[in-house]
């Protein structure tokens, strides 16, 4: 199972301790971000962290970033015409 997220993490410092954080809490999971341009605020400007495994609690994942101050969502599925 791959879920992907959004967040407002920005900055490659911060993103290595969250998914230091994530790691510890998750230790079963594969965890990986990738930072993307940030000339928009966030939802349209965000990066993408990516978990993979055999069950990921999506909701807690989103309860330990927002309790870090990371806003994050899953992010939706969507085909462009």
């Known amino acids: 199972?791959?879920?992907v997220f959004m967040t407002n993490i920005q900055s490659e410092i911060l993103s290595k301790e969250i998914l230091m954080l994530l790691e510890g809490n998750y230790?079963?999971?594969e965890i990986n971000f990738d930072l993307e341009d940030y000339n928009k605020p966030y939802p349209c400007g965000h990066s993408i962290l990516r978990i993979e495994g055999?069950?990921?609690n999506s909701?807690?994942?989103?309860q330990l970033l927002?309790?870090?101050g990371?806003?994050?969502g899953i992010?939706?599925?969507k085909i462009c015409n």
């Open 1 to 3: 199972m791959v879920e």
């Open 27 to 29: 230790p079963s999971l």
């Open 54 to 56: 055999t069950f990921i």
């Open 59 to 62: 909701d807690s994942i989103i």
């Open 66 to 68: 927002k309790s870090k």
């Open 70 to 72: 990371i806003e994050c």
């Open 75 to 77: 992010l939706e599925d």
